[in-house]
């Protein structure tokens, strides 16, 4: 077996480990002991979220990236943000749940400011309508972020801001998926925000499940808070 299978199946095999926590505590110990070798397995696994999330607002966010303020949710150790400021966006403010991977985010340069948050448990500890680009990459998912959260994220925003969203396509996360969408159109309807742009992704990352082989799909989610909304979020 070469090299590089032993080392997919080793990132398979740390992942689906993650599969097997079932309460926060579990989780966020996982990717605490995680933090250390995290970029180099999603590189492995060819994981292309941040590129893609990072492209998508840029082709949106035309003028001002310089002075623009993002705030990464679930930010890890900070590959949307390096993605984006290749864009040249400058600003961010870092939100994730392990404080571990946000010692390896402060370890970026970065980020001028970040904040410990256990998405889903706590509210955002950010200012309402404060943020240019809102962005979650990742943690969209079944198992780790509840959908009731992408409100939050649009609250945070500034009215005419971008929020950014990612969640995958694959068999696991079907009905994760589903009700995602059903509440970003919910919150259309609301008058909340507009949709941008909803881009599907055939080969988002390599599949790490023994039900799914090669690459499983994805999406990118973007939204326009409205200048005024109708509804309270």
Not at 114 to 123: A, M, Q, T, V
Not at 185 to 214: C, D, F, I, K
Request: glycine share 8%.
């Amino acid at each position: 077996m070469s090299d590089a299978m032993n080392t997919f199946d080793h990132v398979k095999a740390v992942i689906l480990s993650a599969h097997s926590s079932s309460n926060t505590s579990e989780k966020v110990n996982f990717y605490n002991s995680w933090a250390g070798n995290y970029d180099q397995d999603v590189a492995v696994l060819e994981y292309r979220a941040p590129t893609l999330a990072a492209n998508c607002i840029a082709s949106h966010f035309i003028s001002g990236r310089d002075k623009a303020v993002v705030l990464d949710v679930a930010c890890g150790t900070g590959l949307v943000a390096k993605q984006l400021k290749t864009h040249g966006f400058g600003h961010f403010v870092g939100i994730d749940g392990s404080e571990t991977m946000l010692e390896k985010a402060n370890g970026s340069g970065l980020y001028q400011d970040l904040k410990l948050c256990l998405l889903g448990d706590d509210p955002l500890p950010v200012q309402t309508d404060m943020f240019d680009v809102v962005v979650i990459v990742g943690a969209l998912s079944v198992g780790q972020v509840p959908v009731g959260v992408v409100r939050e994220l649009c609250k945070s925003a500034k009215p005419g801001g971008y929020v950014c969203m990612t969640t995958r396509g694959n068999a696991d996360n079907v009905k994760y998926k589903v009700s995602l969408e059903c509440e970003l159109e919910r919150m259309e309807q609301e008058g909340l925000w507009t949709r941008v742009e909803v881009t599907e992704v055939e080969e988002w990352e390599l599949a790490v499940s023994e039900e799914e082989h090669g690459y499983i799909p994805g999406a990118v989610y973007l939204y326009e808070k409205q200048l005024h909304s109708t509804t309270q979020v």
